[in-house]
């Protein structure tokens, strides 16, 4: 199970925001021919599903859908499904990466969306994250029996583990490990908002959403 959560852990809290900070979208946009940027751009206007991404634009509902999926994938009988079926354990990490690029572009800013939000709204914003994962940790690290039977059922484990020994150990890595991206982009931004002079220095305003 720590493993696993290893896993989840790069796939919410590393990959997404060093994707975003390499600011992918300008470049492969500007690589398309103008007459298909704009043809793109017209079709995108006007498709029926451009509402729900402007929908998907908000920060709020950003913050919604990742940690909502983040929150549904770890229900027992969803998490057993995925363990037991591989397409649907595909569509679980699917699932986290996409729903992370989408609050990690709205936390470090410079993606499509026009929405920007200020210096201590990206740090509540990292912060309210910080705080799903740790009531997920709590509940996993305070069970009293293995809440996955797929874990519970394993005939042996690294390091001689029990099922609920590694249990509580996963969720020492969602309360430990996996603060750290949010806690540390949540200090930037209330640091370069209290200290204005800071945002010369260009990894501080990269890192806070400035630009």
């Known amino acids: 199970f720590s493993v696993h959560m290893l896993q989840h852990m790069l796939l919410l809290e590393v990959a997404p925001p060093l994707i975003v900070l390499g600011r992918p979208w300008n470049r492969l946009w500007r690589t398309l021919p103008l007459a298909t940027r704009r043809r793109l751009a017209n079709g995108v206007t006007r498709a029926a599903w451009a509402a729900p991404l402007r929908l998907f634009g908000r920060p709020a509902v950003a913050f919604v859908v990742m940690n909502g999926s983040f929150v549904l994938w770890h229900l027992p009988v969803l998490y057993d499904a995925a363990l037991t079926h591989t397409a649907l354990h595909d569509l679980e990490h699917a699932t986290f990466l996409l729903s992370a690029l989408l609050l990690w572009t709205h936390l470090l800013g410079g993606g499509p969306f026009r929405v920007r939000l200020s210096a201590p709204a990206r740090a509540a914003y990292a912060i309210g994250s910080m705080i799903v994962g740790w009531g997920l940790a709590v509940v996993l690290a305070t069970a009293p029996s293995p809440l996955y039977t797929h874990y519970a059922e394993i005939g042996s484990r690294p390091f001689g583990l029990s099922a609920l020994a590694d249990q509580q150990l996963a969720a020492g890595v969602m309360w430990v490990p996996a603060s ?32």
Request: hydrophobic residues 50%.
């Open 180 to 211: 750290v991206p949010w806690a540390a982009v949540a200090m930037i931004c209330v640091y370069s908002w209290l200290n204005p002079g800071a945002r010369r220095h260009g990894w501080v305003r990269r890192l806070a959403g400035e630009h």
